[in-house]
């Protein structure tokens, strides 16, 4: 099963930030944390990834507590295509790969 | 921008008949995965491969599932013998490399067993 607990729906007003909430409590030493999205039945997409420190990219934000218990998505300006559901995932992957433990995720509506 | 391709975008076949699922990766990735996600459901790991050969696989992925490389660009699911419960939408996906990365989607096969 999963290893990450999250909200099941949230609502963010469209030009607003999205902050989505991650809890992995159980997360090792050298696991990483990864967020992906899925919109209607379309394949997964990446947006960020991270281990320890704050990550930021074109997409998003990844905030990680200091003990790495938990973590918070931000899209900074939420648009109406930001409507997804949100995954947040906790994966080490070796030299032959690895995989992704997909939970319930992260509904996000984003309303006009 | 590369993205992994996905064709049929939509099978229907007989219960008992063998498909076979076909994806074309990022032309410079090495690894490929597919997963799998029954309507409602979860989005489900299924394999994942390297260097010819499987690295992993899930519980799912009985003797039923076959997957193959062809050739350079090619990557295949064959499922020999298809169920009801068979019926999902599949999903490769590809990674350049093996350590902690982005993964590539492709936008998926969805397949209706008969």
């Known amino acids: 099963d999963a290893k990450t607990t999250q909200p099941t729906s949230m609502d963010c007003a469209e030009g607003r930030a999205a902050n989505l909430p991650c809890n992995h409590s159980t997360i090792s030493g050298n696991e990483y944390v990864y967020w992906y999205r899925q919109i209607h039945s379309q394949g997964p997409q990446y947006i960020i990834h991270?281990?320890?420190n704050n990550e930021t990219n074109e997409m998003a934000s990844l905030i990680i507590t200091e003990d790495r218990k938990s973590s918070t998505l931000i899209l900074p300006h939420a648009t109406l295509r930001d409507t997804a559901v949100y995954y947040c995932i906790v994966s080490l992957w070796g030299n032959q790969g690895g995989k992704l433990i997909f939970g319930q995720g992260t509904e996000l509506s984003v309303k006009p | 921008e590369p993205e992994v391709t996905q064709t049929p975008s939509h099978q229907v076949t007989q219960m008992g008949q063998e498909v076979i699922l076909r994806c074309v990766p990022i032309s410079n990735h090495l690894y490929f995965y597919w997963y799998r996600q029954i309507l409602g459901q979860k989005v489900e790991f299924l394999v994942s491969?390297?260097?010819?050969?499987?690295?992993?696989k899930s519980e799912i992925f009985d003797d039923q599932f076959s997957v193959e490389r062809p050739d350079g660009s090619n990557f295949t699911l064959k499922i020999r013998s298809t169920k009801l419960e068979d019926s999902a939408m599949y999903f490769c996906?590809?990674?350049?490399?093996?350590?902690?990365?982005?993964?590539?989607f492709g936008q998926g096969t969805r397949l209706t067993v008969v």
């Open positions: 991270g281990l320890k």
């Open positions: 996906a590809s990674t350049k490399t093996g350590g902690n990365t982005e993964a590539f």
């Open positions: 491969f390297y260097n010819n050969e499987i690295s992993e």
